[in-house]
């Protein structure tokens, strides 16, 4: 039995314009080449979809679970040609984005939120990894775009500057390393314990390096550092987005020693030389440019 797309549209449009006169004007079609779809469907069925005894014809318990799934089949179509039609206007069918997870993901659920209210078919996946993890993840997933910290040469990549990033080197403001009025040395915070994830210092070129060698607590993201920071188990670099709230109500406060405790990080985005032409690519990167 094969039910064709013709005859589950008559059915439907029968239905929900409530007759086959407004149904047949809906699908252009006349008024007895529809009531041949229907009638064509009712023998494949082997049983009545109306009930045609009454004033107004009706469906019957079957036909209404055949009117069912005949929209779902019609719902289903409509997908798969507008499927169709993305990847012929140049959306792809999927993008692998590797970011560094210090990074701000408000850009991405924006993205995400733009994509589904505009029902782009384009499926977007993201991963998160830190430092020289991003590349490794990069090339181990076969992504088609990643943002780094950390500079990576490679003629097949397009490389583009994103916004930098400002980190702040804090403690909770009843930390005991806040009790000194005046700025600490080196050698004095070496005292209390620097929080951190996986050594960064020497990558980033941040001014704690010597404090990462005596360093007690090696976190696995900046989210369980924050927490740290909280449970004043230490102090660390955050990024600026991440502890704005508190920077502002004050109870998280800048380390006050004699090298500077501000660091600029900068953020770059990669992406292959095949992906660039992409709809969804272009889409992203111009997105990202803009956070």
């Known amino acids: 039995m094969e039910i064709s797309i013709d005859q589950a549209k008559a059915l439907c449009a029968t239905v929900d314009c409530g007759g086959y006169t407004q149904a047949a004007e809906k699908l252009h079609k006349s008024h007895s080449s529809l009531i041949y779809l229907i009638r064509k469907l009712e023998q494949q069925c ?40 993305q990847f012929q206007a140049g959306w792809e069918p999927s993008l692998k984005i590797v970011i560094d997870g210090i990074l701000p993901f408000d850009p991405f659920l924006s993205l995400y939120k733009k994509f589904r209210a505009d029902k782009i078919t384009t499926v977007i996946q993201t991963y998160t990894d830190f ?43 009843d930390h005991p390393v806040h009790q000194k009025m005046t700025k600490w040395t080196s050698s004095e915070l070496e005292n209390f314990d620097f929080l951190t994830i996986r050594g960064s210092g020497s990558k980033l070129g941040l001014n704690t390096i010597e404090l990462e060698k005596s360093a007690s607590f090696f976190l696995s993201d900046f989210t ?68």
């Open 46 to 85: 082997g049983f009545d979809l109306f009930n045609r005894k009454a004033y107004r014809n009706t469906l019957t318990p079957s036909g209404r679970r055949i009117y069912n799934k005949c929209h779902e089949i019609l719902a289903r179509v409509d997908e798969l040609e507008r499927l169709c039609g």
């Open 224 to 291: 369980a550092k924050k927490d740290a920071i909280h449970k004043k188990m230490g102090f660390g670099w955050l990024p600026h987005h991440l502890i704005e709230k508190e920077l502002k109500d004050k109870s998280l406060i800048p380390i006050k020693w004699q090298l500077e405790n501000t660091h600029v990080l900068q953020p770059i985005l990669y992406i292959k030389n095949q992906a660039q032409s992409g709809r969804a690519a272009q889409l992203i990167v111009e997105t990202l440019q803009q956070m």
């Open 131 to 173: 430092l020289e993890g991003v590349p490794n993840s990069f090339d181990h997933l076969d992504a088609d775009i990643m943002i780094s910290l950390l500079p990576i040469e490679d003629r097949n990549l397009k490389s583009i500057l994103l916004r930098p990033i400002k980190t702040h080197l804090v403690a909770h403001k």
